[in-house]
C-alpha cells in the first residue's frame, strides 16, 4: 500500500541552526500538509500546498518555516532559525480527495 | 473555526470487547468531514475512519464504524473485539469542506487488557 515517507526518522540540532525536514507524498495526491504535536499536546497544523503554492497556513507557520516541492516528488519544510520550542514530532500528509488524509510516520525534532 | 472535544483522557476495555470514543465537535460550516485516527506508541498516525456530513449511513471500516449523531455534534468511534494490538491514542478531527486544515482533539488513550 502506498505510504507517506519522511525523513529522517530523529533529527538533533543546536538552536539557531537550519534544519530540513524531508517528505515524499503518496504519488497522485495532490494536497500536502505539514502537522506537528508537541510532547504530550495536540496535533496542530502547519500548513497546507496545493498546486505549488500554500493554500493555508497556521499562525505557527513565521516567516521561520517554509515550505517547497523541490521536484516531483519531494515536499520540503524548512525552519530558518530553530528554537527550544520548535522541539516536536512533524508530521507530513497528503490527501489526493477530501476525505482521506494520510500521514507519514514523522520526524523527531529535537532542538538543544 | 472548529473546535473537537475528546473528553476520556484514558480508557481500559478488556480483549474481544467493544469500546467506545466521545467526540464532540463545534462548527459553523454547514459541510464538514470527521475523522479518526490512530496513534500508536511508535508514534505514526493512521487513518481509521470518515464520514461526511452529508452522509446519509454511519461509516464502518473493518472493526471501526463511526456513531454519528448530526444534532448531538457528535462522531463517536466504536472499536469492536477490541485486541491488544489497538492499544493507542485515538485522535478525532475535523475539517470544513472548504478548510485545508485538519482540527484536531486532544485525544483517547485506549489500554487493551488480556
Known amino acids: 500500500e502506498p505510504e507517506v515517507t519522511q525523513t529522517p526518522s530523529h533529527q538533533v540540532t543546536q538552536m539557531g541552526q537550519e534544519v530540513i525536514l524531508r517528505c515524499v507524498p503518496i504519488?497522485?495526491?495532490?494536497?500536502f500538509y505539514w502537522y506537528r504535536q508537541i510532547l504530550g499536546q495536540k496535533v496542530e497544523f502547519l500548513v497546507s500546498?496545493?498546486?505549488?503554492?500554500?493554500?493555508?497556513k497556521s499562525e505557527i507557520f513565521d516567516d521561520q518555516f517554509s515550505v517547497e516541492r523541490p521536484d516531483g516528488s519531494n515536499f520540503t519544510l524548512k525552519i530558518r532559525s530553530t528554537k527550544l520550542e520548535d522541539s516536536a514530532m512533524y508530521f507530513c500528509?497528503?490527501?489526493?480527495?477530501?476525505?482521506?488524509?494520510?500521514f507519514g510516520s514523522g520526524t523527531q525534532l529535537s532542538v538543544l | 473555526a472548529q473546535k473537537i472535544t475528546q473528553t476520556q483522557p484514558g480508557m481500559f476495555v478488556q480483549e474481544k470487547e467493544a469500546v467506545t470514543l466521545d467526540c464532540t465537535y463545534d462548527?459553523?460550516?454547514?459541510?464538514?468531514?470527521l475523522f479518526w485516527y490512530k496513534q500508536p506508541s511508535s508514534g505514526e498516525m493512521i487513518f481509521l475512519i470518515y464520514q461526511g456530513s452529508y452522509d446519509q449511513q454511519n461509516a464502518t471500516e473493518g472493526r471501526y464504524s463511526l456513531n454519528f449523531q448530526k444534532a448531538r455534534k457528535s462522531a463517536n468511534l466504536v472499536i469492536s473485539a477490541s485486541q491488544l494490538g489497538d492499544s493507542a491514542m485515538y485522535f478525532c478531527?475535523?475539517?470544513?469542506?472548504?478548510?485545508?486544515?485538519?482540527?484536531f482533539g486532544a485525544g483517547t488513550t485506549v489500554t487493551v487488557r488480556a
Open positions: 500528509a497528503s490527501s489526493e480527495q477530501y476525505e482521506k488524509l494520510f
Open positions: 478531527a475535523m475539517r470544513g469542506l472548504n478548510d485545508y486544515k485538519l482540527s
Open positions: 500546498f496545493y498546486n505549488n503554492e500554500i493554500s493555508e
Open positions: 462548527t459553523s460550516d454547514p459541510s464538514y468531514g
Open positions: 504519488s497522485n495526491h495532490l494536497y
